[in-house]
């Protein structure tokens, strides 16, 4: 099973369980946080812990030219709702995960 996330799962509007999935995969390539930006319905995964940026309204790495950063990657979903622009730090995505195994059994 390739854990490579394609542009038509990045595209379409996932589902909780699909969103669930696809945070496995790129977990599994090194990914460490999920966020979501301002009234998007794009959660946004990145290696590296991002910051968020109040006056442009995103989540962003620190520095992105850092050697140890991977581009952030993204997949639209807007069924978890519990990962938010509100949010004073970056979801753990093994946190959000290890969650979801006790909220859904």
């Known amino acids: ?37 301002l009234e ?19 989540w962003g790495y620190v520095n992105e030219k850092d050697d140890g950063a991977m581009m952030a990657r993204g997949f639209k979903n807007t069924d978890i709702t519990e990962i938010r622009w509100s949010n004073r730090s970056p979801t753990l995505i093994n946190e959000f995960l290890s969650d979801e195994i006790i909220m859904t059994g």
């Open 1 to 37: 099973m390739s854990y490579r996330v394609t542009k038509d799962e990045m595209l379409r509007m996932n589902t909780r369980q699909q969103a669930v999935k696809l945070l496995k995969r790129l977990s599994k390539q090194g990914y460490k946080y999920v966020t979501r930006d």
């Open 40 to 58: 998007s319905e794009w959660l946004l995964c990145f290696n590296l812990k991002p910051k968020r940026y109040l006056d442009l309204e995103i």
